[in-house]
T-cell receptor
Framework: DTGVSQDPRHKITKRGQNVTFRCDPI?????LYWYRQTLGQGPEFLTY????????KSRLLSDRFSAERPKGSFSTLEIQRTEQGDSAMYLC???????????FGPGTRLTVL | QKEVEQNSGPLSVPEGAIASLNCTYS??????FFWYRQYSGKSPELIMS????GDKEDGRFTAQLNKASQYVSLLIRDSQPSDSATYLC????????????FGAGTRLTVKP
């Protein structure tokens, strides 16, 4: 399968714990995006990487959130001291350098108890 | 005012009919427009992109863009029950195409 992959697909955690999600983009795509989606809403932009550089961060991305893409390939999104309001689907998308069309992975559904 | 607005629906059409989905956006300088389909519990799947005023057709789908009216629509001809999903309108703003804004989506039900 050559699409965007995300791991884990589901994560249940207790409030206050740290969680980390991984995204593997389509291999030739140099742009990578993280979004958060809650029920009944469209995806909300969180952050964007071009290669290994994090070029944009939404104001939604509080200090508890950090994202990395150390070698310009896979990316990780970490949430520290999770809160119940962090419960959502976390989506990763990628796009190639010649197009702004974004292709989404299956998402990681986070539930904070 | 939300940056991208869609009628949340639900929109219900009979099988074989034309489904019309509408979207308005607030940033007049927006450059790129996308329609995604999202089945319940799944991630968004790209249907079409459109960049210029007018119509763009791809199979049973037609996207229409009117930048003067800040309006983009998606027509689905010969609707099938498998088209039942939430349709998301996405708009890339003028400043860059990386900070894409999504509407909340319109839920479409096609009844057999």
């Amino acid at each position: 399968d050559t699409g965007v992959s995300q791991d884990p697909r589901h994560k249940i955690t207790k409030r206050g714990q740290n969680v980390t999600f991984r995204c593997d983009p389509i291999s030739e795509h140099n742009r990578l995006y993280w979004y958060r989606q809650t029920l009944g809403q469209g995806p909300e932009f969180l952050t964007y990487f071009q290669n290994e550089a994090q070029l944009e961060k939404s104001r939604l991305l509080s200090d508890r959130f950090s994202a990395e893409r150390p070698k310009g390939s896979f990316s990780t999104l970490e949430i520290q001291r999770t809160e119940q309001g962090d419960s959502a689907m976390y989506l990763c998308a990628s796009s190639p350098h010649w197009s702004y069309t974004q292709y989404f992975g299956p998402g990681t559904r986070l539930t904070v108890l | 005012q939300k940056e991208v607005e869609q009628n949340s629906g639900p929109l219900s059409v009979p099988e074989g009919a034309i489904a019309s989905l509408n979207c308005t956006y607030s940033d007049r300088g927006s450059q790129s427009f996308f329609w995604y389909r999202q089945y319940s519990g799944k991630s968004p799947e790209l249907i079409m992109s459109i960049y210029s005023n007018g119509d763009k057709e791809d199979g049973r789908f037609t996207a229409q863009l009117n930048k003067a009216s800040q309006y983009v629509s998606l027509l689905i001809r010969d609707s099938q029950p498998s088209d039942s999903a939430t349709y998301l309108c996405a708009v890339a703003p003028r400043s860059n195409n990386n900070d894409m804004r999504f509407g909340a989506g319109t839920r479409l039900t096609v009844k057999p």
